[in-house]
């Protein structure tokens, strides 16, 4: 079974703070997303990456940045945490084809006090 | 832009009802994909099933299959025989020539004993 692993559930962090939130999956898959998940508002696309060190910016970009050093590794950074960006975020991973489902993580609740 | 529609926030229906769930999606493209995944309550996002809009059949995964209407760019999702366990956030989602999934703002099913 594919395996995308989010460090942490639950995460408290204050405002002005830089936070990483860090993803890692299992099966070698080419694509790698973070979303934010906001009651009412479904799943909206932060940042994908379809390879290495490749990024793309989706909906919602300000206020993040992400790094792909590693196939396996997808990191999403709060460059200075507001309290707007409290929420659920989501990593998914999928392989390149784009028949392909995308397989999520158990997400990360992230309070922005 | 694309967009993806679920009208129906909230549903609720017996043990072993028949259920559907709707959902209407704008684009003009004409091959594309679209997916039904689940999350249950505080659990991962799963896939449900998903279609090929070039394929005239409805994709059928057991209890679930869908009416995929192209023309209509509808493609509803129908439970059949439901459980306790299909209660979860159902969210449509619809996949674009850049891999990027298009979703829409998902509808909560509660199924009651």
């Known amino acids: 079974d594919v395996k995308v692993t989010q460090s942490s559930r639950y995460l408290v962090k204050r405002t002005g703070e830089k936070v990483f939130l860090e993803c890692v999956q299992d099966m070698d898959h080419e694509n790698m997303f973070w979303y934010r998940q906001d009651p009412g508002l479904g799943l909206r696309l932060i940042y994908f990456s379809y390879d290495v060190k490749m990024k793309e910016k989706g909906d919602i970009p300000e206020g993040y940045s992400v790094s792909r050093e590693k196939k396996e590794r997808f990191s999403l950074i709060l460059e200075s945490a507001s309290t707007n960006q409290t929420s659920m975020y989501l990593c998914?991973?999928?392989?390149?084809?784009?028949?392909?489902?995308?397989?999520f993580g158990d997400g990360t609740r992230l309070s922005i006090l | 832009a694309q967009t993806v529609t679920q009208s129906q926030p909230e549903m609720s229906v017996q043990e072993a009802e028949t259920v559907t769930l709707s959902c209407t999606y704008d684009?003009?493209?004409?091959?594309?994909?679209l997916f039904w995944y689940k999350q249950p309550p505080s659990r991962q996002m799963i896939l449900v099933i998903r279609?090929?809009?070039?394929k005239q059949q409805n994709a059928t995964e057991n209890r679930f299959s869908v009416n995929f209407q192209k023309a209509a760019k509808s493609f509803s999702l129908k439970i059949s025989d439901s459980q306790l366990g299909d209660t979860a956030m159902y969210f449509c989602?619809?996949?674009?020539?850049?891999?990027?999934?298009?979703w829409g703002a998902g509808t909560k099913l509660i199924i009651k004993p």
């Open positions: 989602a619809f996949m674009s020539g850049n891999y990027q999934l298009i």
């Open positions: 998914a991973s999928s392989y390149r084809d784009r028949n392909q489902p995308q397989h």
């Open positions: 684009t003009s493209e004409s091959n594309y994909y």
């Open positions: 279609q090929e809009a070039y």
